[in-house]
């Protein structure tokens, strides 16, 4: 896609091979030059952002429509991408679902944050519905950026400054943009934070659920607390069918009545658990749509909980700040979650 004349310009690419250079999928630059070139420019000290864009759960389209839709995505992802960057910088694919760019025309925070927030909301790029043979399915990703020399003195630094970025963005939900900032992300352990293993939160909820000393309601308390903090969500709450409620944290004032536990009870009908993606629209739903308005809450995940074969209770994952894509572990946690109450209140 990227011709001769576009790579030309920069010094980096004067006597490369131009089939060389280019990722035969998408067309854009392939991963040893789209990093060979940052690490040119961090050597020359060119000031540049660099971000990694990493479409979330792509892995579902593949599983779902086959690699050849999956393909197909990529290479659309990667032309409308290379596109709208144009002429202000480069884009190449990093591997897999991943794609860097490095821009130049701004590296400050307010520059950077005004340019991808622009990008994300155009429609243009991500956030937007793809159509590959005939197959349609909505596509949102999840970018980290960076900026040399502002955040990073050299290109390793500049590169895990971008990553925990990304790390950061992943576990606030997806379909967001982070923009480093040192105070808030230098200590971020990309890759390495154990309490966020299944394994680790599965013992650990186990141990709360265990302690006899606790009333059950304070041991759902605390199984809610951590939870909340562990996945780091707005917030979650037990919501019983007689229409009390048990909140976690500091309490999401969840006002539950007749209105929400019918939503909860037609969204978990058919299945015990409800998880909204990137595809589910709210306003597609009238209940829904005012549901989430007056709460102040953008997505949530619910799920129904049985005792001998009656609903009991739901419990419910909150999101206030961005649409969160929900995950596998995430959905994991929460049926396990309702086989401890379960068996708590049984």
């Not at 839709?69 to 202000?88: E, I, P, R, T």
């Not at 992943?170 to 971020?188: D, L, P, Q, S």
Request: aromatic fraction near 12%.
């Amino acid at each position: 896609m990227y011709t001769e004349e576009d790579l030309k310009k920069y010094d980096y690419f004067k006597d490369i091979d131009i089939n060389y250079a280019l990722d035969s999928l998408t067309g854009v630059l392939s991963r040893p030059n789209i990093l060979g070139f940052a690490r040119h420019l961090v050597e020359n000290n060119v000031e540049f952002m660099m971000g990694i864009l990493d479409i979330d759960n792509f892995k579902l389209v593949n599983d779902n429509y086959g690699h050849k839709v999956g393909d197909g995505c990529l290479q659309q992802l990667g032309s409308s991408f290379a596109k709208y960057v144009g002429d202000d910088g480069l884009v190449g694919r990093f591997g897999g679902d991943e794609f860097i760019v490095i821009y130049f025309k701004g590296t400050e925070y307010d520059d950077v944050h005004d340019y991808i927030e622009k990008m994300f909301n155009s429609g243009e790029i991500v956030r937007k519905k793809f159509k590959v043979d005939k197959v349609s399915f909505y596509v949102t990703a999840t970018i980290g950026c960076a900026s040399f020399p502002k955040d990073a003195k050299n290109y390793d630094e500049l590169f895990l400054t971008v990553d925990k970025a990304l790390y950061r963005g992943k576990t606030k939900g997806r379909n967001c943009f982070i923009v480093y900032v040192e105070a808030k992300h230098k200590n971020v352990e990309v890759h390495m934070r154990e309490q966020s293993s299944l394994v680790n939160m599965f013992t650990r909820i186990s141990e709360i659920a265990s302690n006899n000393k606790n009333s059950i309601e304070c041991r759902v308390r605390n199984i809610l607390d951590y939870i909340t903090v562990a996945l780091q969500i707005s917030e979650s709450a037990l919501l019983f069918a007689d229409k009390s409620t048990i909140v976690s944290g500091d309490g999401y004032n969840c006002d539950i009545d007749e209105n929400c536990l019918s939503i909860f009870e037609n969204l978990t009908k058919n299945d015990s658990l409800f998880i909204p993606n990137g595809i589910f629209d709210f306003t597609k739903n009238e209940k829904i749509s005012k549901f989430v308005a007056e709460k102040k809450i953008i997505t949530f995940m619910a799920s129904r909980i049985s005792i001998n074969k009656k609903t009991f209770a739901y419990l419910v994952l909150f999101e206030d700040k961005i649409t969160r894509i929900w995950q596998e572990k995430e959905a994991a946690l929460c049926l396990y979650l309702n086989k401890i109450v379960e068996l708590l209140y049984k």
